[in-house]
């Protein structure tokens, strides 16, 4: 007999035939002999309902009331499947955030979960109850109702299995796993059955469509183990755990790619220490995000330097870094909003030479040229011209033979 977290998202909630086919399901389950924490999403759809409403009416609302509006959407289909598992003669209870006490920091909007009561859950699960806990909202030591950002009943998923120390975390969605790359753009996209939390991690703009990442995170740093799988689809999903040496790992786990970034370069700085700071302090100031960051090493006594940000940011970016320029008696500076980038993920490089070779190579082969190069230990990361884009992640996938069942 297991314990089971599962969550199910807004898709998977969205009518109420739904919801009874939730409470069919979890029955089963039930019945297989495992003991059920059930957390839902709001219907689909709903959490934006409730924003627009608020914008209709304030344009900058406060975040507490924001959260005691956004908090309802879940509210209603925790009660909703309670009702439909009553229909179906199944004892379920159905509780709030705050009711199970997910205690946490009073950011609004995006807080953050300290501490979670288990007591009433054990006292349900113990007496054959399933247990339905509303996702995405918690409260804080005032009892203010407060919400974990959007997508964050992922995240209230990944708690409670980790405070109760479950023997999964399911996550119950739209799609059924995490692909070798987006489908989309390869057809021939695998599903993988296993993949580490590093590499969910570094895989994040393809993961970012199944979970919110913020749970994988969570899931690393408590050990949970995670599954993502499908809602409307028989399958195992793809499992998500932590690396097992035991294990022999794929090399390459999957291509990921960012379609929206921009490159900025100031060109002909003068070399000295501080330049780097000189530069991006003033961007960081502005809260925006740098991602890829070069230096040159230059001959003469000036240098290069270049750095990524997402599209959105790029030309508040260049205004900052202009005025930088200026004032630091930089030659000139240059960018580009048409770029992309594309990265080869996996646990398995760590112990394979070649890699980042094959990458170049299969990159030549096509003629695609690379504008910036990134590593980490398990991934290698790309900057190209976004024209290049599909083609350079079909060509990678075909190259690491990702098709195939390894
Ligand atoms: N309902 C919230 C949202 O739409 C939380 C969630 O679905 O995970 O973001
Ligand atoms: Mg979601």
Do not use: W
């Not at 975040?63 to 309670?82: F, K, M, N, P, W």
């Not at 023997?167 to 989309?184: A, H, L, M, N």
């Not at 925006?288 to 940011?313: A, C, K, L, P």
């Amino acid at each position: 007999m297991a314990l089971i977290v599962q969550k199910y998202g807004g898709t998977s909630v969205g009518t109420v035939e739904r919801i009874q086919e939730v409470a069919k399901k979890l029955i089963k389950h039930q019945n297989e002999g495992h003991n059920l924490v059930v957390v839902v999403s709001a219907m689909s759809g709903e959490t934006n309902r409730l924003l627009s409403l608020a914008n209709e009416i304030n344009d900058r609302p406060h975040g507490r009331e924001l959260d005691v509006l956004l908090s309802t959407g879940e509210q209603v289909t925790i009660a909703l499947l309670c009702m439909a598992l009553e229909q179906f003669g199944v004892h379920a209870n159905s509780y709030t955030g705050g009711q199970v006490k997910i205690l946490t920091d009073n950011t609004h909007n995006k807080a953050r979960i300290m501490e979670i009561d288990d007591n009433k859950i054990r006292t349900d699960l113990a007496k054959g109850r399933i247990v339905v806990v509303a996702g995405f909202q918690g409260c804080d030591k005032q009892g203010n109702i407060t919400t974990l950002g959007r997508g964050g009943s992922d995240t209230t998923a990944v708690a409670l299995a980790a405070a109760l120390k479950a023997d999964e975390c399911q996550i119950f969605t739209d799609v059924d796993g995490v692909y070798t790359t987006d489908p989309r753009v390869v057809s021939e996209a695998r599903r993988l059955d296993h993949i580490t939390y590093e590499e969910m991690l570094e895989m994040a703009s393809l993961g970012a469509k199944v979970l919110q990442i913020r749970s994988v995170e969570f899931a690393r740093n408590y050990n949970v183990a995670l599954r993502v799988l499908s809602s409307f689809t028989e399958g195992g999903g793809t499992l998500i755990t932590a690396e097992d040496p035991k294990m022999e790992q794929a090399v390459i786990s999957g291509i990921a790619f960012n379609r929206d970034e921009a490159k900025l370069t100031v060109l002909g700085v003068p070399d000295h220490p501080g330049i780097a700071s000189q530069i991006l302090g003033p961007i960081a100031k502005e809260n925006i995000e740098v991602d890829m960051i070069i230096q040159n090493t230059g001959s003469d006594s000036t240098t290069d330097f270049t750095f990524t940000v997402h599209r959105n940011d790029y030309q508040a970016a260049l205004k900052i870094l202009t005025k930088t320029a200026e004032s630091l008696g930089a030659r000139e500076v240059a960018g580009d909003d048409k770029i992309t980038k594309v990265s080869v993920v996996g646990v398995g490089m760590r112990s394979h030479a070649g890699i980042a070779n094959t990458m170049f190579e299969t990159l030549a082969n096509e003629a695609i040229n690379i504008c910036m190069i990134s590593t980490s230990e398990i991934k290698i990361s790309v900057v190209v011209d976004e024209k290049y884009l599909e083609l350079a992640v079909r060509a990678l996938h075909n190259a690491f033979n990702l098709e195939q069942i390894s």
